[in-house]
């Protein structure tokens, strides 16, 4: 108890001096942090009782200068088992001369990474190989990548690989069009610069290899930013693949714990999409269209893609991880991804995410079982979801209804369950999921005590693009609590 009295104590000091360092501004624009206060929102329709609770404040803002529309962009998608062998054919249509490929030397040496290469040879494309992605990339890793990019000058560019080979193919494909920019250019705002980007970028055709990230849907490309130790990206709908090619055999060869990582990034991206700030209570509205951000808030049409995507996830994902012939389970993972990234890649995530790129930039030593890699890893999905049942505890009261609609998915019985119980019975239900998924006894497994608590904080609080899109707005104290609460899970 010590410990986390100085802890807060420290975070504390955090929160004052991030607060002062950031001016008030839309982090969904590329600006700065708005006041760090407690505050809540209400989603149309979520039944909760409104008396003593005011909308999340608009600092000023006129209610006409609201956000009142939302987008939808996704990649065109073909699914299909062996639809990979296509891809020469895709590339030829495309009148391409020289071809960048995008993998990792594992995926190099697999089924998928030799469909790729057997089918552009079969059509007689010239390509150029780049073998060296990191899994849970970097910034030097991605300048890697650039260079090469900038180098080789491809027509088109193709990634075959999990999320971190198609997000190191995205920051290519747009650093070779910007040639004169730096890394941090396009980076999130406060981190980096956060330019909107406004050329034509080289037509990306994505082939996913796992099961979770959901990036060939999306504009958006994360990786661990070194200087400060923790994850950040870039989102812009122009990074978004030309085509995904969604080929459940690519996944026949992924580890059950992979599964279960990537698996972890399908439920956490549906279950924070779905529970996003509602769409219309953003601000400021833009003003130019091509200002409106990738992650825009819950609204109509990503609803039904993320609940669809949880449903899927919640009946397949225990079978994928524990019966490896279970192809049937792992097709509909796949297709899964899918679905969340399409829902996610436009209403946004929030908390998990946010709270997530610290524990990975601030690993110390932790490599997670089934992962063929020559360095610490804590995977994405396990980052995510390692918190959740703290998050959806405290973002409850915000949208009940929507907590209490995510329970059923996983077996609750909520006909006579309590708005107010909401976030008890969420939180109930996920740890009973990822105890029978093998996940980490909480944030202390991975090798955090409370006393890393306020760097983690620290971590989170510039996470503006995603925290921002929590239904209640949250600061350093907020954060502390759910870290402390994550530090065991069961």
Known sequence: MAARAASRTSVLRVMNSVASS???????????????????VHHPGCGHDHAGHGRRSMGGV?????????????????????ATSEIGMD????????????????????????????SLERNGVAFELFDRVRVEPTDSSFMDAIEFARRTQPDVIVAVGGGSVIDTAKAANLYSCYPEADLLEFVNA???????????????????????????????????YEPKKFKTGIASRSLKPTLGIVDPLNTRTMPPEVHVSSGLDVLCHALESYTAIPFNERTPRPRNPIERPAYQGANPISDMWSLKALKMCVENLPSAYKNRDDTRAQDQMILAATYAGIGFGNAGVHLCHGLSYPISGLNKSYKHKGYDVDHKIVPHGISVAITSPAVFAWTSPACPDRHLEAAKIFGVDISNAKREDAGLILSEALRKFLHGLDVPDGISALGFKAEDIPNLVEGTLPQHRVTKMAPKAIGAEEIASIFEKSLKMY
């Open 22 to 40: 950031t001016s008030a501004r839309c982090p969904c624009h590329g600006g700065a942090s708005a006041a760090l206060t407690r505050q809540h």
């Open 190 to 224: 406060p981190i980096g610069k956060g330019r909107p980007v406004d050329r034509a970028l080289k037509p990306l055709i994505a082939v996913p290899t796992t099961a979770g990230t959901g990036s060939e849907t999306t504009g958006v490309a994360i990786f661990d």
């Open 91 to 118: 590339v030829k249509n495309m009148r391409a001369n020289k071809v960048a490929v995008f993998t990792d030397k594992n995926i190099a040496k697999l089924r998928a990474g030799l469909a790729v290469v057997q």
């Open 62 to 82: 006129k209610e006409d200068d609201r956000e009142y529309a939302f987008e939808m962009a996704t990649s065109a998608i073909r699914y299909g088992p062996g």
